[in-house]
């Protein structure tokens, strides 16, 4: 795999937030991504967000599993503290992260396909620990990094680039959120930047479980069987020594709409994808509320974005378990290491 860093140089008159840093000193390095993939909007979008609130890159803890979503933590705070983990089992190392440091603001992104299949159990139970974090998903229906097929996350009927429908029901990552008992929810998409920013922005200063589904469309697998342009076609007749892509470039897809209206945005492949922004006397302290609009919209075809539910008095793992105030990485021997007496007293309170 190869790294491109950004360049250092940079304009002199770059505007500085409260602790003096540039937008600049939030980036990472230089995407590998497809031109166009809505993942590089979304870590444009962390990036804004985290400027914005004027924290120390180095206070942050990034987390991630395996996937196209997955690689987009080496563009964003590449002066953070980072950990990508294997597939489906970031939660684990989130949580590990979280209780060892507890001063580390935790952000974890994931995909579709990381969290909604092979990690499917794994979300379930670092929703209900409650672990203290923004936990992100860059939602796009599919497998990038294996060419393309259904992930759990893609609606019925919908067709692959060849043409074949999906025959299966999909799993809503933000309903099963909601149902599992996260603080917040919302979801987004990865073109109507005005939104995604202030909600990645409340997510990670949120106290609690925060999850964010982010719709973020893939550009490598949106043309159809029969083109003789396509890039299926092209390989069925040629011959090939090295096969390699070319991904067209496309002009970025961006939403901006009043709420409690719906908006029609157009895909790079003629479908469309249809947005529906809350009204602003929507209540977002009504889980139940909130997940029966969802499956009415959904009813109509339309994907609900704003933020659909927060908790006021939520709580996070550390309440539930009564840990140690200090971080666990900042305690000394005698307090790690207190004496058989007190273990024995430990074990004594179990019988």
């Known amino acids: 795999m190869t790294f491109v860093a950004k360049p250092k140089v940079r304009h002199p008159l770059l505007p500085v937030n409260e602790i003096g840093l540039t937008r600049r000193d939030y980036e990472g390095l230089v995407s590998t991504l497809c031109a166009g993939c809505g993942h590089d909007s979304v870590s444009a979008a962390l990036v804004q967000a985290c400027a914005e609130l004027s924290i120390p890159p180095h206070q942050f803890a990034k987390v991630s599993g395996i996937g196209c979503s997955s690689k987009t933590p080496s563009y964003f705070l590449d002066k953070s503290h980072g950990f990508n983990s294997v597939h489906g089992r970031m939660p684990s190392v989130a949580t590990g992260a979280n209780l060892a440091n507890r001063q580390l603001y935790c952000i974890g992104v994931s995909g579709d396909g990381d969290s909604a299949s ?9 929703v209900r620990r409650r672990v203290n974090m923004l ?6 229906g599919t497998y990038g990094l294996t060419k ?31 149902q599992l008992g996260a603080s917040f929810v919302a979801r987004s998409f990865s073109g109507d930047k005005a939104q995604l920013v202030p ?32 890039f299926d076609y092209v390989r069925k007749h040629s011959e090939h020594v090295v096969v390699a892509d070319y991904i067209e470039e496309h002009e970025e897809i961006t939403a901006d709409y009043a709420p409690g209206t719906t908006e029609d945005v157009p895909m790079p492949d003629g479908s469309i994808l249809r947005l529906s922004k809350l009204d602003k006397n929507f209540d977002v302290h009504d889980n139940v509320a909130a997940l029966n609009y969802i499956q009415q919209r959904q009813e109509e075809g339309e994907v609900v974005t704003g933020l659909l539910y927060v908790d006021p008095e939520a709580s996070d ?33 179990f019988r």
Do not use: R, W
């Not at 936990?135 to 796009?140: A, G, K």
């Open 148 to 178: 393309g097929q259904f992930s759990a996350t893609n609606d019925k009927g919908s067709t692959s680039k060849k043409g074949v429908p999906n025959l299966y029901d999909p799993i809503d990552l933000v309903c099963i959120a909601l």
């Open 135 to 140: 936990y992100l998903v860059d939602n796009n």
């Open 118 to 126: 092979i990690g499917f159990g794994q979300f379930a139970h670092i």
């Open 199 to 230: 909600l990645i922005k409340a997510g990670i200063m949120h106290h609690g479980f925060a999850f964010i589904d982010v719709i973020s469309p893939c550009v490598a697998f949106n043309n159809h069987e029969g083109s003789t342009k396509s």
């Open 317 to 349: 793992c550390h309440e539930v378990l009564h840990t140690a105030s200090q971080p666990l990485n900042a305690l000394g021997e005698a307090d790690l290491c207190p004496g058989s007496e007190t273990l024995e007293a430990i074990n004594a309170s």
